[in-house]
């Protein structure tokens, strides 16, 4: 079985300072793949980023950073400089190599950042 | 546009109806998944289809029912036998698992649904 916690439920910040969204997984298989997704107001979930298991360097994309660690089974996400636009619900997602495509989500983290 | 459509956006229900959910894709994906969305939690998978004409239960799959006679398609009935439907339902579609590995999912707008 595989599972997917987000301990943060919710969290919130002043603009510009950053934050980070934690994330901690569960899974027998090897090869596994992590997403992170976020879900503005408007209810769509956009994708942000992917990871395979044998992949741990770090991504920075803009103010967006992802850390990868096996060791402590966790994908944790940053976002720099945090802006009122970052306000939303972010997922993180784990999908096995031979599940079909399939994703187990964690149960989201409430960012609301404040102007 | 490439993307997912989902149509209505909102859905209001009497108790004992059934009422279907549209969900169109036009990104030539194989795959297409059903989740539902209760409020403060994360998304449960209801049903999937990696292929024309077949279907899988997912993690909650009662009191639903799907059906995928066209690759852009897949239509999702909550029936009068979902004893608590009120909830925002979210479509996805991805590309087949291929070689390089597994393809990300993207969703479409949701439809929130409740019942009187």
Known sequence: AQKVTQAQTEISV????????DCVYET?????????YKQPPSGELVFL?????????????GRYSWNFQKST????????????????????ALMNNNAGNMLTF???????VKP | DGGITQS???????????VTLSCEQNLNHDAMYWYRQDPGQGLRLIYYSQIVND??????????????????????TVTSA????????LCASSAHQGLAGVNEQFFGPGTRLTVL
């Open chain 1, 106 to 112: 964690g149960g989201g983290t409430r960012l609301m």
């Open chain 1, 28 to 36: 027998r298989d090897t090869t596994y793949y992590l997403f992170w």
């Open chain 2, 82 to 89: 979902q004893k608590n439907p009120t909830a925002f339902y």
């Open chain 1, 14 to 21: 002043v603009e510009k300072e950053d934050v980070t969204l």
């Open chain 2, 55 to 76: 279907f899988q239960k997912g993690d909650i799959a009662e009191g639903y029912s799907v059906s995928r006679e066209k690759k852009e398609s897949f239509p999702l």
């Open chain 1, 73 to 92: 089974s966790s994908f944790n996400f940053t976002i720099t400089a945090s802006q009122v636009v970052d306000s939303a619900v972010y997922f993180c």
């Open chain 1, 49 to 61: 980023i992917r990871r395979n298991s044998f992949d741990e360097q770090n991504e920075i994309s």
């Open chain 2, 8 to 18: 209505p956006k909102y859905l209001f229900r009497k108790e004992g109806q059934n």
